[in-house]
């Protein structure tokens, strides 16, 4: 069992060619704490916000300004290197378009006009599809001196850091001794799923049970919490719940 523990509040790029339905989508949104990073009316605005901006999720009309489509932009979303989810908002929903967005694989299809909380549910599931997706495929390398392994970054629940080696303990496979330093391994993880919780250890939030003033509990395991991480720690913890 896994606790899913990513960021709440998204970047949100709006690409509708109304400007006051995309002003309402920017007043749901951003009253739900999340952050509008740009709006664009066209393919060609919405594919340079998307290219300048750090974006998580994209809210995505189907008929734009000019030629080009929001199922054409969509396409362009999916071959970047680091494509991202994007929900379709239209007020067209006919066989022929609802045929062509399925062929993108949006994480969803809205109807207009919007209700807030259907969009703002949509927009939940949309991430939580997505983060559970990289997680379930992101895997780091690693060498404990005669064999290498590619280890599932989900799977990993702490770090234990001992002279020039970090002691790796992952589900099913037990520990992986790399030789690293605790900064280094660190660096190479995600800084959402990570927390150093002392100078020598660092817990993978997910697999968080419980904590107190002076521990972390992940599983039969008691990580200990240094006076000068208790602050952030419990703050990161929280946030969670």
Do not use: C
């Amino acid at each position: 069992w896994i606790m899913t523990a990513h960021k709440k509040n998204y970047n949100i790029l709006i690409v509708e060619d109304e400007v006051l339905i995309a002003d309402t989508i920017q007043r749901y949104v951003e009253s739900e704490g999340h952050t509008v990073v740009g709006q664009a009316i066209s393919f060609e605005e919405g594919q340079a916000l998307f290219d300048e901006q750090v974006v998580d999720l994209v809210l995505l009309d189907i008929r734009l300004n000019g030629p080009k489509t929001g199922i054409d932009l969509a396409h362009y979303i999916r071959t970047t290197a680091q494509p991202k989810p994007f929900i379709y908002l239209t007020a067209q929903a006919d066989a022929k378009n609802i045929e062509l967005a399925k062929e993108t694989f949006p994480a969803g299809y809205l109807s207009k006009p919007l209700q807030k909380q259907s969009l703002i549910a949509s927009m939940e599931i949309a991430m939580h599809k997505y983060f559970t997706a990289v997680d379930e495929v992101a895997k780091i390398s690693l060498n404990d001196g005669t064999k290498k392994y590619m280890v599932p970054i989900a799977k990993i629940q702490f770090l234990q850091s001992e002279h020039v080696y970090v002691q790796v303990y992952v589900e099913g496979e037990g520990v992986i001794v790399q030789r690293s330093s605790l900064k280094e391994l660190l660096g190479l993880l995600p800084e959402d799923m990570f927390i150093q919780t002392h100078r020598s250890y660092a817990v993978n939030r997910q697999w968080v049970k419980h904590w107190n003033g002076e521990a972390v509990i992940i599983g039969e395991k008691s990580i200990p919490i240094s006076r000068s991480k208790k602050k952030e720690v419990s703050d990161a913890l929280k946030s969670e719940n």
